[in-house]
């Protein structure tokens, strides 16, 4: 029998449940509890491609030190669902802790000796105190987290005034679920042995830091950038970025003389519709979005190859998940980047923007609105399910008074009076970006005829071979411009010098670096450069050439940023060496940690033990 | 290929309209189409009305998919902004350019290929929507630019140029626009101007969804004997409902009719509609009536055209949304942005 783990604000519990038991609101009570007991979590769903019945799982890192990533292992286990339980008690670290409702005498075959078994009698305890079957199943959950509450030692104050938060308006059900979770506590605190060698401990490592989902921080950021239309066509993981942005009009894009909306939202037909219609608004100047995720994108392809070779601005979150029809669609992946980035036919790519968290995806979302304009095509913002749907502890969200919208080269009614030369396609100022005129703009000046590819430089229709290629090389300067607009990556250099790299991106970001650190101890080190754009700036090119062997971590089985890599910057293959984790859940410190030490070495490479 | 700008130098006696325009203002480039097509006559009858109606150009978007008729755009109105999209998505674009600025006129211009066959969706939604727009669509019945294929517009038992027999049932697209929600819907045959400019006229001067179904014959592929599109078995099979006079709020109204046979109806702009009946049983205010009267006389072969259904009390997208009067694409930072306050705010609820 291994010893009980013994932790203090550093384990992580995950429940298992039934989806649409109720379960989700208390677990999420449970991770906010330890928040505003100043501990930070990341908490994440696991949940099925239905709304009631299969099993769903919730699982709540606790981390001191701040470690945002899943790490991996499991040392609490609240096994609140038969179906999945073989396969939730075998995910319980050697000496770890299994919670279980022990109502029913369970066979002592399904349990396993090196680890901590502590049964409590939940049904029994619901079914001798209430008679509706629906409250038995909803306070059945509030019971267990007040008995985790005496279990792992938690401040009963956090979770009773988050308890007034949650009903507030709705005060008749505060008694009642007070009255349940003390149920739970003193349950606990009278038959199981309190607290259990992991508990939470009151600490300020939490900060003036929130705790929000990347999709709705995203659909702020498109309110904060501006748009005023967004339609789009429900789909899981980028449903409630559209619902999120509705609710965020509501608050915010109403006119309080009029009660009339300055903001547009349209569920569309499919997602055809969707971006046909970003691509008609940002045409006639409003600046418009959708949310979609990969077989939206799919369908979404030619037209933007249109809005590409059109040179419409358009902005497209891409909320990834995995493949094609449902049930892995709702675990999370980073397999849309190269549908993405060279998404539709003819030559054509573009512009991607990979947020590591929800502070990033409102900024994010926001600067996708200027890119846009700016650089008058689609700009992709490259969520997954991961940032999107989970609560995330980020930094606030902050906004610059002085900013202003960047509406790019947009020529007026008074620039065409003036009598400033307009050709809709000519790229006067060298960096590929023609002007344009919005609808409307002057009685006898600026109208032009918008078309694919069939056009000269002054937007009249011409099947010219000359006037084709002349076009296609000024979007590839465009594009060369779009390397100096796109975020810069970020640099997390190793503690000593070191010839091997790492490249990582989106939400692979806090497990990533949660890894650096482990692999550091181990005496691997490694600079790390996280990505936030594509077209990939010099940084990136400068980064590969000065390391000889140069790790890309990515959630999708091909390594598609490799790919992009190679294609667009032209590195030896052999260099780049790709760690890949796709089985839809996310990626976790161990699994980075062990896949890079292992390559390190199949390649001979020694650590460098600290010397102590 | 290149673009063929007509020249612009007018006739110092070309008539012009009360904002000055002649009719030259409002055309295009020189047509690419096939000499006849009826195509054409459609563009000519745009220019007619937009001068008639004395529109400023360059406040009228023209929008439209791929295909012959979808090429029309680049000949009329040049002083406009036009979009060529894609194939059958015309209707997503127009809504998304309507969204942006309410302020302008959106013409639509389709093919029965692009909105019949793989544009159906988008036409039933945009439709359904009420988006404020006049949606034409140039019914020839094949698919001309891909050259004669039939379209789902071509009628059971017609039969191409080769002979070879339609087995599927056709699509009629008034009959859909009236079941999809159109506040305005009508038909007519780009060989009757006379027929057409009014209808134009009064769909632009419509607000909300206005659907015109144009039957166009596409002399290159299906003007022959066996075809239900050709130009001689439209004139033959054409029974107009009624017959509309279209005046503007500007001009007093001349009572020269026969008492029963005319019916004037306004609509929310102030426009007239003065409407001489032919089918004197005809109500075009009974959108059920109007479709089964659509199922009778199409059973009996015969090509129902005029005004056939008007909701003159309609409303458009922008009502149902309740959005501002003033154009999205004019909103600035002080009406779009909340600002750092209240984002501290909501910072501040996430703790
Ligand atoms: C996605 C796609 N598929 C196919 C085509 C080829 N295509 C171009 S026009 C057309 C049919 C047009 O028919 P219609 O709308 O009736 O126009 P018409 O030429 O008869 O006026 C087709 C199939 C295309 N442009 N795009
Ligand atoms: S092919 Fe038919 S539709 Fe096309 S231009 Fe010629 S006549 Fe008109
Ligand atoms: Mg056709």
């Not at chain 1, 501990?39 to 030190?65: C, D, H, K, M």
């Not at chain 1, 990347?214 to 702020?220: H, V």
């Not at chain 2, 002649?22 to 220019?47: P, Q």
């Amino acid at each position: 029998m291994p010893k009980p783990i013994a932790a203090v604000n550093d384990f992580v519990v995950k429940f298992a449940n039934v989806n649409g038991s109720g379960s989700a609101s208390a677990n999420q009570l449970f991770a906010k509890a330890i928040l505003r007991m100043g501990v930070p979590v990341a908490s994440r769903n696991i949940f099925p491609s239905n709304i009631q019945g299969l099993p769903t799982w919730f699982e709540v890192r606790i981390s001191e030190a701040g470690h945002l990533g899943r790490r991996g292992g499991v040392d609490l286990m609240v096994a609140m669902n038969p179906q999945t339980w073989d396969q939730d008690v075998k995910s319980v670290e050697p000496g770890g802790y299994l919670f279980y409702d022990s109502t029913k005498p369970m066979p002592l075959a399904r349990f396993r000796d090196d680890i901590q078994i502590i049964g409590m009698p939940l049904t029994e305890i619901c079914n001798r105190q209430y008679t509706d079957a629906r409250q038995r199943q909803l306070f059945k959950n509030i019971i267990y987290i007040g008995a985790l509450s005496a279990l792992l030692d938690m401040d009963m104050a956090a979770i009773e005034t988050l308890i007034g938060e949650q009903f507030k308006g709705k005060d008749k059900l505060i008694q009642p679920n007070l009255q349940a979770l003390h149920m739970g506590r003193d349950y606990a605190l009278a038959h199981l042995s309190c607290p259990l060698g992991i508990s939470v401990r009151r600490s300020d490592a939490v900060g003036d830091r929130i705790y929000l989902e990347g999709n709705s921080a995203a659909a702020l950021g498109a309110l904060y950038g501006g748009a005023t239309v967004c339609a789009w066509y429900p789909i899981t993981p980028s449903s409630s970025l559209a619902e999120a942005f509705a609710r965020h009009c509501r608050r915010y894009r109403v006119d309080a003389a009029t009660g009339r909306n300055r903001f547009a939202i349209i569920q569309a037909e499919d997602e055809l519709a969707s971006i046909g219609m970003v691509i008609g608004a940002a045409w006639n100047g409003a600046r418009a979005f959708t949310a979609t995720s990969g077989p939206g994108i799919s369908l979404m392809q030619e037209f933007l190859g249109l809005a590409y070779f059109a040179e419409i601005p358009a902005v497209i979150f891409d909320v990834q998940r995995g493949g094609p029809s449902t049930g892995m669609p709702t675990r999370t992946q980073q397999a849309d980047i190269l549908s993405c980035a060279y998404a539709s036919h003819g030559d054509t790519k573009h512009v991607l923007l990979f947020p590591e968290d929800p502070r990033e995806c409102f900024e994010m979302g926001a600067l996708a609105f200027d890119l846009a304009d700016r650089l008058q095509t689609p700009i992709f913002v490259m969520l997954d399910l991961d940032i999107g749907m989970n609560e995330w502890l980020c930094e606030p969200l902050r906004w610059d008074e002085a900013r202003r919208m960047d509406r790019g080269k947009v020529m007026t009614a008074a620039d065409l009076e003036a009598g400033k030369e307009f050709g809709r396609y000519l790229d006067v100022d060298g960096d590929g970006i023609p002007y344009r005129t919005y609808p409307g703009t002057h009685p006898a000046r600026g109208a032009f005829f918008t078309r694919g590819t069939t056009k000269n430089r002054h937007a009249r229709y011409s099947e010219e071979g000359a006037d084709y290629v002349d076009n296609m090389q000024r979007l590839l300067k465009k594009f060369d411009t779009a390397k100096t607009l796109v975020p810069k990556p970020v640099a997390r250099p190793a503690k000593q010098p070191t010839g091997h790299g790492v490249l990582y991106f989106g939400s692979t970001t806090p497990a990533m670096h949660e890894a650096l650190d482990a692999l550091e101890a181990q005496g691997i080190h490694l600079d790390g450069l996280r990505l936030r754009g594509f077209p990939f700036g010099q940084e990136v090119l400068d980064f590969v050439a000065s390391h000889e062997q140069v790790f890309v971590v990515e959630q999708n089985r091909d390594a598609q940023l490799r790919t992009l890599l190679l294609s667009e910057a032209g590195f030896d293959a052999a260099k780049l060496t790709p760690v890949l984790h796709y089985d839809g859940t996310p990626i976790t410190e161990r699994f980075i940690s062990h896949a890079i030490a292992e390559r390190l070495r199949a390649l001979n490479v020694t650590p460098l033990r600290k010397t102590i | 290929m290149t673009y063929i700008a007509k020249p612009k130098l007018h006739h110092p006696k070309l008539p012009t309209n009360k904002l000055g325009f002649t009719h030259r203002d409002y055309e295009g480039a020189v047509s690419t189409l096939c000499a006849g097509c009826g195509h054409d006559s459609i563009s000519a009858a745009i220019v007619q009305a937009c001068f008639e109606l004395d529109l400023p150009p360059h406040r009228i978007a023209k929008l439209s998919g791929i295909g012959c008729s979808s090429k029309t755009p680049t000949y009329f109105l040049g002083a406009s902004h036009g979009f060529n999209s894609v194939h059958g998505r015309m209707p997503s674009v127009l809504t998304g350019a309507n969204l942006a600025n309410r302020d302008l006129i959106y013409l639509g211009v389709s093919g029965d290929g692009d909105s019949a066959s793989i544009g159906l969706g988008q036409f039933a939604h945009s439709i359904r929507r009420g988006v404020n727009m006049v949606y034409i669509v140039e019914n020839n019945g094949v698919y001309g630019l891909t050259k004669g294929q039939f379209s789902a517009t071509a009628d059971k038992g017609s039969k191409n140029k080769r002979g070879v027999m339609n087995t599927d049932s056709s699509i009629d697209m008034v009959s859909m626009a009236l079941q999809f929600g159109a506040s305005f819907v009508a038909r007519s045959f780009s060989g009757d101007k006379d027929q057409l400019v009014p209808l134009l006229k009064a769909a632009i001067a419509h607000d909300g969804a206005a659907f015109l179904d144009v039957i166009s014959p596409c002399v290159a592929f299906n003007n022959h004997l066996g075809s239900t599109k050709s130009f001689d078995f439209v004139r033959e099979h054409n029974e107009a409902v009624n017959r509309l006079d279209f005046i503007t709020t500007r001009e007093p109204i001349r009572v020269d009719y026969q008492p029963g046979t005319v019916e004037v109806v306004t609509q929310h702009d102030g426009s007239v509609l003065r409407l001489r009946k032919v089918a004197a049983d005809y109500d075009v205010h009974n959108r059920i009536a109007a479709m089964n009267y659509l199922q009778e006389r199409g059973a009996a072969g015969e090509v129902v055209t005029g005004l056939l259904y008007l909701d003159a009390e309609a409303h458009d997208l922008h009502g149902y949304l309740n959005t501002v009067e003033k154009p999205f694409n004019e909103l600035g930072e002080a009406e779009l942005i909340p600002g750092s306050e209240s984002l501290e705010r909501f910072n501040q609820s996430l703790r």
